[in-house]
């Protein structure tokens, strides 16, 4: 049993978790204007290129053609939206908002060159695919904690989770829940598997609840 969760969690997943409970919400509350300046646009952006290194090369082995060897769908137009979402906001935080469209189109095109030209693109170790990802993963989740603030706002933790038999924070819970799964599969399970595609969906299951864990840990440790 401890072999296969050791299989199943990676050390993507303890990056995350790690991020989620002490390093962002630290950097938050340390760093002036860390989300809301240009030190964050930056971030974004950088996060957005090194998820292009991901989508424009292949890992040893893959080749042919794309509907058989290429990532599945499933997994690059997540990391596609995610991508697309990450441009938007980085460049609205450096004052060129318009820059976004450009930017979302930009990447759709790298998207189509790399799956037409699939058996064409350069070759990475899955290793070095997986550490470019990581950057997508870690300011993706950046993302899932802001979206919990929001919809949260100030309530404390242990409120919340006493009033969950209630139907308005049910209410609350089931789109959370949706959301959080939609932002996972942009920023860490589209990404993780376009980088390395393995793990099966119960493995990709105990990686979510670890990152659900972190994130309530943070919530928890941290309020916003």
């Known amino acids: 049993m401890l072999r296969s969760l050791s299989r199943s969690i990676q050390f993507e997943d303890i990056v995350l978790f790690l991020w989620l409970v002490a390093l962002e919400p630290l950097a938050a509350q340390r760093v002036t204007a860390w989300e809301g300046g240009g030190a964050w646009g930056w971030l974004l952006l950088a996060a957005v290129l090194s998820g292009l290194v991901v989508m424009l090369t292949r890992s040893p082995g893959e080749g042919g053609w794309a509907f058989v060897t290429a990532p599945p769908l499933y997994a690059r137009l997540p990391m596609m939206a995610g991508m697309g979402l990450l441009a938007a906001m980085g460049f609205e935080r450096l004052g060129r908002a318009a820059w976004g469209d450009s930017a979302f189109a930009g990447i759709l095109g790298a998207f189509g060159l790399s799956f037409i030209a699939y058996a064409h693109l350069p070759v990475l170790p899955a290793l070095a ?72 969906w119960p493995q990709w299951l105990l990686r979510f609840l670890l990152y659900l864990t972190g994130l309530l840990s943070g919530r928890a440790l941290w309020p916003l």
């Open 129 to 200: 695919r997986r550490l470019f990802a990581t950057p997508l993963v870690v300011i993706g989740g950046a993302q899932f904690r802001d979206i919990a603030a929001q919809m949260m706002g100030d309530l404390d933790l242990q409120t919340f989770m006493e009033g969950l038999r209630t139907p308005g924070v049910s209410f609350i819970v089931t789109l959370l829940t949706v959301a959080l799964l939609v932002q996972y599969a942009m920023f860490v399970f589209g990404p993780r598997q376009v980088a390395d595609g393995h793990g099966t």
